[in-house]
């Protein structure tokens, strides 16, 4: 397929069930794709237009270097591959991001995502953990599904002497070890601050389910706010199957806590009244809340992202039978 087809008999042959691999020039792959784009909405119709690469490389006319990009997304390169158009560009997005990095006021730095990790680009939530007060006497911290490592940051900068943060995607505890090297002086189990007149602390990123061993003064989860199942790696960071995250965060809490702690849940597109039946639940009490209005374009008229600050109430948790 090269440049001299048309979008409109590009989507007949895709609707027939076709594959394309493109042939022609890279920077017209792109038009087609876009003017594909404004004909259907069909993520597999999208993907059906596809680049050939060998160890990543795309010989093709006007083509871009993505070798360093599809190494980060994919690994090590193993001879011929085709991938689709669509899922280049987001490769080749993703590897820009990462390299430019996400500045963030909370941290006076710059958070530099991995493929396929939850980027904090909407960081009106990391501010509401950088205003939130810290309990006076808390000194160990678990960040449970850090993602970037952000959290743990903010908390470590915040001066609690220890954080131990926790994701179950091995790409997440990658990028947050990375992260959190970068922010300080590290080697990538056990983070050293060193900042001027603190006693050194040290943040521990750990892959696992949930929690880590031990126990917290204060648990902070910002879990993926959509209820669905994720289809894809990049789904993954932002889709909680059944709510699975949500209620394992909940449930499991109080068990991790130290008397007198807090847990601190990151919420947003949910809700009040379910997420006040949960607490109930899980044997929770909300001691306060913090709310921002997001600033994005796609952000509802009403919608807010939540900080809810959660205390073990006296009352078990319980699960209501079916
Ligand atoms: C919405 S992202 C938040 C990332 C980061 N805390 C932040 O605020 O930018 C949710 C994270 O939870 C992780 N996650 C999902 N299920 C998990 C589980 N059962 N245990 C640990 N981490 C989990 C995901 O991999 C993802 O990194």
């Known amino acids: 397929m090269d440049d001299s087809v048309s979008a409109d008999r590009a989507l007949r042959l895709i609707r027939g069930g076709s594959t394309l691999r493109w042939e022609g020039d890279f920077q017209n792959a792109r038009q087609l794709l876009a003017a594909l784009g404004r004909r259907t909405r069909r993520v597999h119709h999208l993907n059906s237009l596809l680049i050939a690469t060998t160890d990543y490389e795309i010989r093709l006319r006007r083509a871009p270097d993505v ?52 980027a904090p680009t909407r960081s009106e939530y990391v501010d509401l953990v950088a205003a939130e007060p810290i309990p006076p006497t808390a000194k160990v911290a678990f960040d449970i599904g850090t993602g970037t490592g952000v959290l743990a940051a903010v908390l470590r900068r915040r001066g609690i002497a220890k954080v131990v943060a926790t994701d179950n995607n091995p ?40 929690f880590p061993a031990g126990r917290a003064d204060l648990i902070v989860c910002n879990p993926p706010w959509v209820s669905k199942r994720p289809r894809t790696l990049l789904d993954t960071a932002v889709f909680d199957e059944d709510s699975r995250m949500l209620h ?43 709310s921002v209005v997001p600033t994005h374009r796609r952000a509802r008229v009403d919608e807010t992202t939540d900080l809810w600050r959660l205390c073990p109430s006296d009352a078990a948790p319980f699960v209501e039978e079916a």
Not at 264 to 274: H, Q, V
Request: with cysteine; proline share 6%.
């Open 171 to 210: 790409r997440a505890v990658a990028c947050a070890r990375e992260n959190l090297a970068a922010l300080v002086v590290s080697d990538p189990k056990v983070v050293r601050t060193h900042e001027a007149g603190n006693t050194p602390g040290a943040i521990e990123v750990v892959e696992g389910d949930l």
């Open 248 to 290: 394992g965060f909940l449930y499991g809490v109080r068990e991790h806590l130290n008397p007198g702690g807090e847990a601190w849940l990151i919420m947003g597109l949910r809700p009040r009244d379910e997420l006040l039946t949960l607490f109930r639940k899980a044997g929770l009490r909300v001691v306060g809340r913090s």
């Open 67 to 118: 070798r360093r990009a599809c190494r980060q997304a994919y690994g090590p390169p193993t001879g011929d591959r085709l991938i689709p158009l669509r899922e280049l560009l987001g490769v080749i997005g993703a590897h820009q991001l990462r390299e430019r990095g996400i500045y963030l006021q909370a941290l006076d730095a710059r958070i530099h995502p991995h493929y396929g990790v939850f």
